[in-house]
């Protein structure tokens, strides 16, 4: 059984990560995935003041035409890892740094985020391991386009 890390424990053993490449998305290249970086341990009670040595950081773009007819795309971000004995949680800020949504389960394998109508501009998710040893995770953010 696993012993339980104390949330400011911090042995992280990283692997470079996409973290903070500036990614645009639009209608023609709706969507963009990264692998996170590997943390060899790693716990952090939540995103606020995470500091990028703990948390990823996957800053974005969405670049909408002016003449688009409104409504605006939905947007959608997920991440998933291995295992399920891991945990992290998923936030979605705006350009102004306030938290847009938030995915925080727990005993899965994956946390995933929706907002119904995105507006143009620059967007940060932070992936917080929350309790993590020796995991990553993938990820991927898209708009969701209507098909016909």
């Known amino acids: 059984m696993r012993r339980l890390l104390p949330l400011a424990l911090l042995l992280l053993v ?22 996170g970086r590997t943390f060899g341990a790693a716990a952090w009670p939540h995103a606020e003041r995470c500091p990028a040595l703990v948390c990823d950081r996957f800053e974005f773009l969405v670049a909408l035409p002016d003449d688009l007819e409104w409504p605006a795309p939905p947007l959608a971000a997920s991440i998933a890892w291995d295992s399920p ?11 102004w740094g306030f938290l847009v949504t938030q995915s925080v389960g727990r005993l899965s394998q994956a946390e995933s985020v929706y907002v119904d109508e995105i507006k143009p501009g620059t967007y940060t998710l932070v ?13 991927r953010v898209e708009l969701v386009l209507a098909t016909s």
């Open 14 to 35: 990283a692997t470079p990560a996409l973290a903070s490449a500036q990614v645009v998305l639009t209608l023609d290249e709706p969507l963009a995935a990264w692998t």
């Open 85 to 95: 004995e891991d945990d992290f949680d998923l936030y979605l800020y705006d350009g």
């Open 127 to 139: 992936v917080v391991p929350t309790l993590v040893v020796a995991s990553g995770y993938d990820g």
